[in-house]
Nanobody
């Protein structure tokens, strides 16, 4: 079972990036899936999710600037990020857990290796 992120890179402030997470090895249709990030010197934090029931929630820090989407047929999760800020610089991780909400996810659940996002000012 794997979660593989892609789409990170270097972008100027105000720019956009689209992150993708490809899940393989099993169906995640009954799982909550989401994105977390860890900035240098900071704790991992929640970014956005699609809940088990298909709802979408966002961290206050990204609300209005990012859109999370999920393709159940392709077993993928995406994160469209617009109006990027230097404080969005972090390693972004895709996660999946058999919970109603990805906020319940734990380290032993499914995590990708991360993709780096750097936003220059």
């Amino acid at each position: 079972v794997q979660l593989v992120e892609s789409g990170g890179g270097l972008v100027q402030a105000g720019g956009s990036l689209r992150l993708s997470c490809a899940a393989s090895g099993r169906s995640f249709s009954r799982f909550a899936m989401g994105w977390f990030r860890r900035a240098p010197g900071r704790e991992r934090e929640f970014v956005a999710q699609v809940t088990r029931n298909g709802g979408r929630t966002y961290a206050d820090s990204v609300q209005g600037r990012v859109t999370v989407s999920r393709d159940y047929d392709k077993n993928t999760l995406s994160l469209q990020m617009n109006s990027l800020k230097p404080e969005d610089t972090a390693v972004y991780y895709c996660a999946a857990g058999e919970y109603d909400s990805i906020l319940e996810v734990e380290d032993h659940d499914y995590w990708g290796q991360g993709t780096h996002v750097t936003v220059s000012s």
